[in-house]
């Protein structure tokens, strides 16, 4: 990986030589679902690119540390809604992608959560929404794995067979693989339900 300066390259060396680094990068992890707008991926393909033998362990811990911090943040949005749920919204901008994402999810609800874990958009709002609306968690928590283990154990599984190269990859074309696999899921478990619709 070509580090942008020598502070980046010190703070991937400390987290790469730290013997807690799965606690780390889970800790990561979790800030990034709640609050940071940087990509975790920055992080985690140069790591597993260099922890091969530790790869579906790093994808494990970000995938646990995005699970509880989506809990958190359906927590939010179940009790705190008026107060913290209403500011975070305000203060991360996100006022339009919430009310486009509260018809989308009040049509599509599973499917919509699936969906919003893949693609590039701020997950915050699946969380809040999913909360305020008194979506039953163990769903929730379902969907948000499903999505964010196919976002991580994806990542590993690149990595593991292209190595340093997926960096150029991700860069490159995360954006459009987010698209085109978030409109898949979408679709299949659209068709899922409508077959169970017709069964029933």
Same mark, same amino acid.
């Given at each position: 990986?070509?580090?942008?300066?020598?502070?980046?390259? !010190?703070?991937?060396?400390?987290?790469?030589? =730290?013997?807690?680094?799965?606690?780390?990068?889970?800790?990561? =992890?979790?800030?990034?679902?709640? &609050?940071?707008?940087? *990509?975790?991926?920055?992080?985690?393909? *140069?790591?597993?690119?260099?922890?091969?033998?530790?790869?579906?362990?790093?994808?494990?811990?970000?995938?646990?540390?995005?699970?509880?911090?989506? &809990?958190?943040?359906?927590?939010?949005?179940?009790?705190?809604?008026? =107060? @913290?749920?209403?500011?975070?919204?305000?203060?991360?901008?996100?006022? !339009?992608?919430?009310?486009?994402? !509260?018809?989308?999810?009040? !049509?599509?609800?599973?499917?919509?959560?699936?969906?919003?874990?893949?693609?590039? +958009?701020?997950?915050?709002?699946?969380?809040?929404?999913?909360?305020?609306?008194?979506? *039953?968690? @163990?769903?929730?928590?379902?969907?948000?794995? +499903?999505?964010?283990?196919?976002?991580?154990?994806?990542?590993?599984?690149?990595? /593991?067979?292209?190595? /340093?190269?997926?960096?150029?990859?991700?860069? /490159? /074309?995360?954006?459009?693989? =987010?698209?085109?696999?978030?409109?898949?899921?979408?679709?299949?478990?659209?068709?899922?339900?409508?077959?169970?619709?017709? &069964?029933?």
């Amino acid at each position: 990986m070509a580090f942008t300066s020598t502070r980046t390259k !010190q703070w991937f060396e400390r987290i790469n030589g =730290s013997k807690n680094m799965l606690w780390l990068l889970a800790t990561l =992890s979790f800030l990034e679902t709640i &609050i940071l707008p940087i *990509p975790i991926e920055l992080v985690l393909i *140069p790591l597993m690119a260099v922890n091969r033998q530790r790869i579906w362990a790093i994808a494990t811990a970000t995938t646990l540390g995005c699970l509880a911090a989506s &809990i958190v943040g359906y927590g939010v949005g179940m009790v705190l809604y008026q =107060s @913290v749920g209403t500011w975070f919204i305000d203060f991360m901008g996100m006022e !339009q992608s919430y009310q486009a994402f !509260q018809s989308f999810f009040d !049509q599509y609800g599973f499917a919509a959560i699936l969906a919003i874990g893949i693609l590039p +958009i701020p997950f915050q709002v699946a969380m809040i929404t999913a909360g305020l609306s008194g979506y *039953p968690i @163990v769903l929730f928590a379902l969907a948000a794995l +499903i999505a964010r283990g196919l976002r991580y154990y994806g990542l590993a599984w690149l990595v /593991h067979r292209f190595g /340093h190269r997926v960096e150029s990859m991700w860069r /490159h /074309h995360a954006l459009t693989t =987010s698209l085109v696999l978030g409109s898949v899921v979408l679709l299949l478990v659209l068709g899922m339900q409508a077959l169970a619709g017709l &069964i029933m």
